[in-house]
């Protein structure tokens, strides 16, 4: 059945205003793939490293390490990249190291790049936490603030000064964190030389994991034409049994281009094509990306070739970029959270990125393990608690269907230092690489722009409704969140966001040891929140920490007993809830993760429900059985025909 003609021009015209949201962007932060025009060549592997051990930590800077091999600078070992430097070592100092760190890579690149002067050759890392400086050869090429987004500088001019093509990469990164930087710390100096000695400090942070440093995601060159696709922005819609992509492409490096636009599925066929740098694609008989478990065909992706030809008085470019792309639709009621129409529940987990040895960095094994686990529990989702997670893994949530909450590194945002300009401005930044880097995953359902900060403070108010505003700007397809730890009556971000995160741990943090007043006090807890918002609530974090293999029966707190225990009386309320507008629950945690040292902790945060060699507790046990479980109160539901929730600009409802 086809749409009425007015109807059809408002979903374009629609359509159109969305991706015109995307110029608030500047720039483009494509995935790095190769083709037929682009080479790509990953720099993963050994590199050279040696700690600044310096008082203050300057040494590198004022000696210009970044001028001459790192090895005649002083003493350097091998680091293997990507990985935390943290605890690869024996050295207690490398693994709570505070401060710059230099990393070296030295290559030949192919000597084609250094000829072809029609060749960009673009330096890019995945991520580096927190401060990069990035030379090459000794000229600084680029620097970054912010642990969790890529970034990337132009380096063939740099290269083509040596025609050997010789190499030698540079990264200084530095872990400090203050309270401008998202997540904030403070470093704090002791100066009681009765109880420290000279030069004595610690880094204060207010988030609950191990502040892990290095360079965590891989390091690449990749090259395009100089008259290149810069970025793309697809936004998708479906009508009865009819896809429609929208699409934008920007160019860089020529004046004019042609742009030649292909859909191709999964069986290699083209079904729809178009000319331009924007125009909506219709495809027929559609296969719409569905969340795992939701459809016997989840995930399902179609490529876009984007083919750009351009000419300039010495030479012609040919540049070929191929998306993937998912077509689904996301919309929220005051009760639901719509995909494709259909009430989707978030049966899902919060994780980290965080595993022995190498920390946060990068690892197919542990990716790929993660995954199974995944559907072994039967999960269908999870939210990047607490930080933008690496391009590679949301890639895997795309083709299989594993819906994301996509959060950004603001964490522990707890002084109210930390809610001045600077730190908004940085914020909205952030927000800006964010969603410019993962705008286009059919996986991503809804931006997190912040973990329980404090916001009972004053300025909380202004500063988390201008965030959320301007998230909503920058991509006004998806849903905006903000996670509220338990304490609703002095939640400032509830007004603004269209789903309402909480996070609270009764019978743990409050009222220790007993299991009996979760049902009552988590109830008390919705029926407030939802009475007072109309907003669908999603349960974003709850569990109990669980010394694996420690048993008491009945149980105790620190058990798998009860870990279970706790599980299963939320779980009485969530069977309720679910019914009316509860929309998911979200386990805390996936694995068992490392922290800081503190009386708290036993060797990091225990509340996984696998270990962190990823082996289930008995509480993965209760979770994998609930989830293969049909919910009889569920088969009522409908898509019902309410409007949108409060603070939901109507162009989040997208069909
Ligand atoms: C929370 C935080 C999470 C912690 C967790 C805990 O509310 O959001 O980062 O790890 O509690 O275990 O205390």
């Given at each position: ?42 720099l993963?592997?050994l590199w050279v490293f040696r700690a ?8 590198g800077?004022?000696?210009?390490w970044y001028?001459?091999?790192l ?5 350097v070992i091998d680091m293997p990249v990507p990985a935390?430097y ?14 710059w760190v230099w990393y070296e890579r030295e ?18 890392v995945?991520?580096a936490?927190?401060?990069s400086v990035v030379w ?32 030698r990469i540079t990264i200084a990164v ?39 440093a290095g360079i965590h995601?891989?390091v ?436």
């Amino acid at each position: 059945m086809c749409l009425p003609v007015r109807q059809q021009v408002l979903r374009a015209l629609w359509l159109f205003a969305v991706l015109d949201a995307g110029l608030l962007l500047d720039g483009g932060m494509l995935y790095p793939r190769e083709s037929s025009s682009r080479e790509v060549k990953e720099l993963s592997g050994l590199w050279v490293f040696r700690a600044d051990r310096s008082p203050n930590r300057k040494q590198g800077f004022d000696e210009a390490w970044y001028k001459r091999p790192l090895e005649e600078t002083g003493p350097v070992i091998d680091m293997p990249v990507p990985a935390s430097y943290n605890d690869i070592t024996q050295d207690p100092e490398i693994r709570d190291f505070i401060g710059w760190v230099w990393y070296e890579r030295e290559l030949v690149v192919p000597t084609r790049w250094i000829q072809d002067e029609s060749i960009r050759v673009v330096l890019r890392v995945g991520s580096a936490h927190y401060n990069s400086v990035v030379w090459v050869n000794g000229v600084n090429v680029t620097q970054h603030e912010g642990g969790h987004l890529p970034f990337e500088a132009e380096v063939g001019d740099v290269l083509r000064k040596d025609p050997t093509g010789s190499c030698r990469i540079t990264i200084a990164v530095n872990n400090t964190l203050t309270l401008y930087t998202l997540p904030p710390g403070n470093i704090q100096y002791m100066n009681d030389r009765t109880r420290y000695p000279d030069g004595f400090f610690v880094q204060s942070i207010y988030f609950d994991f191990f502040n892990y440093a290095g360079i965590h995601r891989p390091v690449l060159f990749y090259t395009t034409p100089k008259a290149y696709v810069d970025d793309i922005t697809v936004v998708t819609d479906f009508s009865d049994n009819t896809g429609l992509v929208s699409y934008k492409v920007s160019v860089k490096g020529a004046v004019t281009a042609a742009l030649k636009v292909t859909l191709i599925d999964k069986q290699g066929h083209c079904v729809a094509s178009s000319n331009g740098p924007f125009g909506v694609l219709k495809v027929q008989d559609v296969n719409l990306w569905w969340p795992y478990l939701t459809h016997e065909n989840p995930g399902y992706l179609y490529s876009m070739e984007v083919r750009l030809s351009a000419a300039d008085e010495r030479t012609t470019y040919e540049d070929v970029y191929t998306l993937p792309v998912g077509i689904r639709t996301v919309n929220v009621t005051s009760t639901q959270f719509l995909i494709n129409n259909k009430p989707f529940y978030f049966h899902g987990v919060n994780k980290h990125e965080d595993s022995d040895i190498r920390g946060k960095g990068l690892d197919w094994p542990l990716i790929v393990k993660d995954f199974n686990l995944l559907k072994w529990l039967g999960a269908n989702s999870f939210r990047t608690s607490h930080y933008p997670y690496a391009e590679e893994i949301l890639q895997m949530c795309d083709r299989h269907g594993i819906v994301v909450i996509d959060e950004s590194p603001a964490v522990g945002i707890k002084d109210i230092r930390s809610f001045g300009n600077v730190s908004l401005n940085h914020h909205l930044f952030v927000m800006e690489e964010l969603v410019r880097r993962d705008k286009n995953h059919p996986s991503v359902v809804m931006w997190s722009v912040a973990n329980e900060p404090a916001s009972e403070m004053p300025p909380a108010d202004y500063y988390f409704k201008t965030v959320i505003k301007h998230t909503r700007d920058l991509d006004p397809t998806r849903p905006v969140t903000f996670v509220s730890s338990s304490n609703f009556a002095r939640d400032k971000g509830a007004p603004y966001v269209d789903v309402i995160c909480i996070n609270n741990y009764f019978s743990w943090y409050h009222d220790p040891g007993h299991v009996e007043v979760i049902t009552l006090q988590l109830n008390t807890e919705y029926d407030n929140w939802h009475e007072k918002y109309k907003k669908p609530i999603i349960q974003s974090e709850y569990g109990a920490d669980a010394v694996p293999g420690v048993h008491v029966d009945p149980p105790v707190m620190f058990t798998e007993e009860y870990q279970k225990v706790v599980l299963q009386n939320y779980h009485k309320v969530f069977d309720q809830k679910r019914a009316q507008y509860l929309i998911g629950e979200l386990i805390w945690n996936f694995a068992d993760f490392m922290t800081t040292q503190g009386v708290t902790r036993v060797v990091g945060n225990k509340k996984g429900i696998f270990t962190r060699q990823r082996q289930p507790k008995a509480a993965a046990f209760i979770l994998k059985e609930r989830r293969a479980r049909p919910v009889p109160s569920l088969t009522s539901t409908s898509v019902t025909a309410e409007g949108p929730s409060l603070g939901l600009t109507s162009t989040c409802m997208q069909s």
